[in-house]
T-cell receptor
């Protein structure tokens, strides 16, 4: 399967702590994206990192990509209760046509305890 | 902008019934897609479209039909509902033809139960 796999499946931390989630994939990708899903809602895009990038920041989010290990990590610093959500990585694979195929992993459920 | 809208929010069907899930976007995006989300499975791509009149199958297309007559609308049709189609369905759109090159904007989802 080309699916990205997040690790851990579930994570529970105290407010103010950092949260780290990992994503591994099996074949070469064009880019990797992270999305957040609050309970009962649609997914919201957080950050996109291209295959030729190693690290990207957005506010309290830091994403790294190691193409040699086929893995990515999402770090949320100084977590807040509002960060409680499921987080998904989505990997983009080139097709024979002009568009990519985007595959989502099963997600990491993050609980931030106030 | 309303973004991506989906109707209905909830639906209960009996086995064998057909229905259409509606999806519309007002961002003039070329790329639209339908996913289903099941517990522990992430999102699986059902069908996608790269422009009006152009659709293609994703990972799990069986039992579903799509068409794209306008840029704005991308309805998903269930031909003969089965309990295995009980799921939450998300529609998404993206500004680029390369679906992974740009972020996808998701609708709020339709929760479908087939009894």
């Amino acid at each position: 399967s080309q699916q990205g796999e997040e690790d851990p499946q579930a994570l529970s931390i105290q407010e103010g702590e950092n949260a780290t989630m990992n994503c591994s994939y099996k074949t070469s990708i064009n880019n990797l994206q992270w999305y957040r899903q609050n309970s009962g809602r649609g997914l919201v895009h957080l950050i996109l990192i291209r295959s030729n990038e190693r690290e990207k920041h957005s506010g309290r989010l830091r994403v790294t990509l190691d193409t040699s290990k086929k893995s990515s990590s999402l770090l949320i610093t100084a977590s807040r209760a509002a960060d409680t959500a499921s987080y998904f990585c989505a990997t983009s694979f080139p097709l024979m046509t002009s568009y990519d195929k985007v595959i989502f992993g099963p997600g990491t459920s993050l609980s931030v305890i106030p | 902008n309303a973004g991506v809208t989906q109707t209905p929010k909830f639906q209960v069907l009996k086995t064998g019934q057909s229905m259409t899930l509606q999806c519309a976007q007002d961002m003039n995006h070329e790329y639209m897609s339908w996913y289903r989300q099941d517990p522990g499975m992430g999102l699986r791509l059902i069908h996608y479209s790269v422009g009006a009149g152009i659709t293609d199958q994703g990972e799990v297309p069986n039992g579903y039909n799509v068409s794209r007559s306008t840029t704005e609308d991308f309805p998903l049709r269930l031909l003969s509902a089965a309990p295995s189609q009980t799921s939450v369905y998300f529609c998404a759109s993206s500004p680029g033809l390369a679906g992974g090159l740009y972020e996808q904007y998701f609708g709020p989802g339709t929760r479908l139960t087939v009894t």
